[in-house]
């Protein structure tokens, strides 16, 4: 039986499952917006093998995300976190990385 093709879901989260793979060692930060902004520390930390289940259960809830891969300016090719910015309805546009970082890769999903 064929294998079936991904959702659009899991094409949105696959660079994520991607480095998980490659870099097992690598945490997700977890931001949490509301009508107040986005707080300057994360709420908690994930393992790698948590990020895709993390975010797949609350998109599928109906919240948005922009996920980023972070790197130290001082070494720009190397992934050392993954950023993710939740947020439900009209909540604040997540800001961007603070100084001292730089973006590898990002996206946004927004709930239908």
Known sequence: MPKPDPTPLQ???APLAALARKRPEIEA?????DADGWP????????????T????????????LVWTIAALDSTPDLPDHIRLQF???DGPA???L???????DSRRWTAP
């Open 11 to 13: 094409l949105f989260l």
């Open 29 to 33: 930060l977890v931001f949490w917006g």
């Open 40 to 51: 300057s520390a994360p709420s908690e930390a994930l393992e790698s093998e948590e990020v």
């Open 53 to 64: 289940f993390y975010a797949e259960g609350l998109l599928e809830d109906g919240f948005h």
């Open 87 to 89: 947020w439900q309805d």
């Open 94 to 96: 997540p800001d961007a």
């Open 98 to 104: 603070p100084k001292g970082w730089v973006t590898l």
